[in-house]
């Protein structure tokens, strides 16, 4: 899932941004590929603490892994009742967010205003 101010965020100039949004929505079209928009509109949620990846593995004797950064360091959780609270938190962004049909017309629009 992608936060909506990241679609905004002036960084690398105009055709670094339209490069960027084209690819996103070629790879939206991809099988095994499930690309979400949070809109501002969503208001709060958990990644506004910071971002955040969770690994699920096919093997049920692999456990999830959340990995994430700061500045200056990275971080990977494996213990379950941590990664917990934060596949909880995925799950409650991708409920809050866009569906990936609604994402793919807001990806087309930005594209359209760079």
């Not at 909506?4 to 339209?18: A, F, K, N, W, Y």
């Not at 690994?55 to 959780?77: G, I, K, M, N, Q």
């Not at 409650?92 to 594209?111: G, H, K």
Request: glycine residues 6%; negative net charge.
């Amino acid at each position: 899932g992608l936060e909506e101010t990241v679609l905004r965020r002036p960084i690398g100039g105009p055709q670094v941004m339209r490069g960027q949004l084209q690819y996103l929505i070629e790879c939206a079209a991809r099988p095994g590929i499930t690309i979400q928009v949070l809109p501002f509109a969503a208001g709060w949620h958990p990644a506004m603490y910071g971002m955040f990846n969770v690994f699920r593995f096919p093997d049920d004797t692999l456990p999830d892994v959340v990995y994430s950064e700061a500045l200056t360091s990275a971080y990977y959780l494996n213990k379950p009742e941590e990664t917990t609270q934060y596949a909880q938190a995925l799950d409650q962004m991708a409920a809050q967010a866009a569906t990936p049909d609604q994402t793919l017309t807001i990806l087309r629009e930005t594209l359209k205003e760079h």
